[in-house]
DNA sequence: CTTTCATATGAACAAGTGTTCATGTGTTAT
DNA sequence: ATAACACATGAACACTTGTTCATATGAAAG
């Protein structure tokens, strides 16, 4: 503590006040680390790619893989990774696993960041 | 090509026809990398941190780091980073380079995430 | 019950990422 | 000028991540 208020730099006035209120105002440690969790699996462009698929149609795994163009061991695992996470769910039919996506909140992420991208 | 076709599973019907018109709707690659890179921003706590700080108030270098108890380096090299992505800007007032948000899509995106991950 | 198809998973490896440490640059004050 | 402060940057390192390869599981068909 001692070394990191070392770092604070010399600025007058109001200072302390606006840092204080800030600090407050953050969310808890475990939200944080949860929101970047969650983000990390729109940062990845395979995952990316496997939800704009799944924006337009629920799909079979191989059916994913077919349509991107990666190999099958590579969508399972990014696959398993997504349901961890929540974002996307799936059931069985018969021999295949149909994929969906498991939260509208996807959709407007990812509008989101779009508008960004094309601005 | 030959390769992939093999990993197609035999579903019957309009497989080929919901696999066409999903491919077509696809964005583009270069947007697809460019939205995943934007995500990766989102996907680090320590800039998830400097980004929750900035919607509080702008900041200058030295004030973000004592106020997260994260050494000036670390900082300035994902200050670094999120310029580039164009998330934040800054101005040099003085000694002081002053951090701001750049875009607004960052509390919209920002949002988004903590609803899913607060539900 | 054996085979085949669809999917999952573990190990290994290459590539990417974030931090620290040391040092460089630019600004202000003495 | 020179010292002190605010910030930037490069190299090195540990750590994480995504893919491939080989193999395992699980359902259905013969």
Redesign the interface.
């Known amino acids: 503590m001692d070394e ?2 070392e ?3 010399e ?1 007058p006035g109001t ?1 302390d006040d ?2 204080g ?3 407050e ?3 808890d440690d475990d ?10 699996m ?4 395979t995952r ?2 496997i939800m ?2 799944l924006m ?2 629920e ?2 795994v ?2 994913i ?3 991107l ?1 990666i ?2 061991s590579a969508i399972s695992h990014q696959l398993r990774i997504l349901k961890q996470s929540k974002l996307i769910s799936s059931r069985r039919e018969g ?2 696993i149909i994929c969906f996506l498991a ?1 509208d ?1 996807v959709r ?3 509008d ?7 601005e």
């Open positions: 990191i208020n770092l604070m730099c600025e200072h606006v840092v209120a800030v600090r105002s953050l969310p939200t944080l680390y949860e929101l970047a969790d969650l983000f990390k729109f940062g990845d462009s990316m790619k704009f698929v337009e149609s799909m079979c191989c059916d893989a077919e349509l163009g190999s099958q021999k295949n939260d909140h407007s992420i990812i989101q960041g779009l508008s960004h991208v094309l």
